[in-house]
């Protein structure tokens, strides 16, 4: 018999980021980051995991592709659930033998993979939470989350909803390196994101590469991690628990500086970042003079998208510029009416006497579409299975 279970999992942008690791093996950091959940709608893996006596090996599909699953961090992660399996088979004799068997997993992402969107995190947590589902496991989204880590260090956050810490730890196993809630989505259910897709493409340095050339070479990066970094996430947590906007916008803003500045100080420099983001970047800060407050704050992971957070009350005052600016661009009108889209631009024209800088047109010839999203929950049940019951295959 075919045992099948389903999850999905969200995608988590940090705030407070996560770059640097003491311990490569167990994926432990450097230094506590702080993340905000997007919502699935937008972003998402959703993953299918079966078992069963009869499967010869264990196989992984993802998006439509059969991927290797030999890495030694997904292993780690299997290892680690078989080990939490086999202790509740020991401790009842009727439950199947699922942690002896071979397992099959397919994953499928509404994003693009690998294009600095965050893909691992999510695709880690669905898997890892799919087949702790499949084996009926009791532990806590906390506890789990420590596994989860193994096979990618931002996918702890991504066990939970809302606004999420992924506190470092101090111990040498890592037992205590994992996610805990800051505040859950409803906390705070009007913080919006609009994801601005400079690029599709592979990146150039991945993640692991680039954190281990950081901590090798860059100077900038130990005072980080020493000052700039435990001062910060303390701040950080106290203004989404204040929902102080302006405080978490310029901590949000800061720490993205700082984190790439670092990287730019690793010989040789990395770049994540290209002239599209940076021209972003300076028109966030010129709508925030523009207003006379802080409604917009830019985020950036390893890679040159440029996330946007913002309040939903804050909305048509942003749009009147970010839409005035990329309405050639997809992905607006899966979200908005025309007649919402209209008086995005009818906003423009009532400020445009205002404005005191020039609108660069030429700037959303580098973005591809943009993902309007906003804070959302973490891993959800679905009944939605990417595998056929009957050969455990995927369908």
């Given at each position: 018999m075919i045992h099948v279970a389903s999850t999905t999992a969200p995608v988590n942008i940090?705030?407070?980021?996560?770059?640097?690791?003491?311990?490569?093996?167990?994926?432990?950091?450097?230094?506590?980051?702080?993340?905000?959940?997007?919502?699935?709608?937008?972003?998402?893996?959703?993953?299918?995991?079966?078992?069963?006596?009869?499967?010869?090996?264990?196989?992984?599909?993802?998006?439509?592709?059969?991927?290797?699953?030999?890495?030694?961090?997904?292993?780690?992660?299997?290892?680690?659930l078989r080990a939490l399996r086999r202790e509740l088979e020991i401790k009842d004799g009727?439950?199947?033998?699922?942690?002896?068997?071979?397992?099959?997993?397919?994953?499928?992402?509404?994003?693009?993979?690998?294009?600095?969107?965050?893909?691992?995190?999510?695709?880690?947590?669905?898997?890892v939470m799919a087949i702790a589902k499949?084996?009926?496991?009791?532990?806590?989204?906390?506890?789990?989350?420590?596994?989860?880590?193994?096979?990618?260090?931002?996918?702890?956050?991504?066990?939970?909803?809302?606004?999420?810490?992924?506190?470092?730890?101090?111990?040498?196993?890592?037992s205590d390196s994992k996610a805990v809630?800051?505040?859950?989505?409803?906390?705070?259910?009007?913080?919006?994101?609009a994801v601005l897709v400079?690029?599709?493409?592979?990146?150039?340095?991945?993640?692991?590469?680039?954190?281990?050339?950081?901590?090798?070479?860059?100077?900038?990066?130990?005072?980080?991690?020493?000052?700039?970094?435990p001062k910060r996430f303390e701040e950080m947590k106290k203004s989404i628990i204040e929902k102080?906007?302006?405080?978490?916008?310029?901590?949000?803003?800061r720490d993205s500086n700082s984190f790439h500045a670092t990287c730019l100080d690793s010989y040789p420099p990395i770049f994540y970042i290209n002239d599209t983001s940076k021209k972003v970047i300076k028109l966030c800060h010129l709508i925030n003079e523009f207003y006379g407050e802080t409604i917009v704050a830019y985020t950036y992971d390893a890679g040159p998208n440029?996330?946007?957070?913002?309040?939903?009350?804050?909305?048509?005052?942003?749009?009147?510029?970010?839409?005035?600016?990329?309405?050639?661009?997809?992905g607006w009108e899966n979200k908005y009416s025309k007649d919402q889209l209209d008086s995005f631009l009818a906003a423009f024209e009532g400020v445009k006497s205002k404005v005191n800088f020039e609108l660069d047109d030429e700037i959303q010839n580098n973005v591809s579409r943009v993902i309007l999203t906003r804070v959302g929950p973490g891993p959800q049940d679905t009944t939605e299975c990417l595998i056929d019951e009957s050969t455990g295959l995927p369908k």
């Open positions: 940090a705030t407070l980021k996560y770059w640097g690791k003491r311990d490569a093996q167990l994926n432990l950091p450097t230094n506590s980051s702080i993340s905000v959940t997007l919502a699935q709608d937008d972003l998402r893996t959703l993953t299918s995991a079966a078992t069963g006596p009869e499967f010869e090996e264990d196989k992984l599909w993802l998006n439509g592709q059969e991927e290797s699953l030999g890495s030694e961090r997904t292993q780690n992660c299997l290892g680690d009727s439950l199947p033998k699922m942690s002896q068997w071979k397992l099959h997993i397919v994953s499928e992402n509404n994003f693009p993979t690998a294009a600095g969107l965050a893909s691992s995190a999510a695709g880690f947590a669905a898997l499949l084996y009926e496991l009791p532990q806590s989204a906390s506890e789990i989350s420590r596994i989860a880590r193994k096979g990618s260090g931002s996918a702890c956050r991504s066990l939970f909803g809302g606004f999420v810490a992924w506190e470092m730890g101090e111990k040498e196993d890592g809630e800051v505040a859950p989505m409803e906390h705070w259910a009007n913080m919006k994101a400079v690029s599709a493409d592979k990146k150039d340095t991945p993640s692991t590469s680039g954190m281990q050339l950081t901590v090798k070479t860059s100077d900038l990066f130990q005072e980080r991690i020493k000052n700039v970094v102080d906007f302006a405080t978490f916008a310029e901590l949000t803003m440029s996330v946007l957070y913002y309040l939903e009350e804050n909305e048509e005052k942003l749009f009147a510029f970010i839409y005035k600016l990329f309405s050639n661009v997809e």
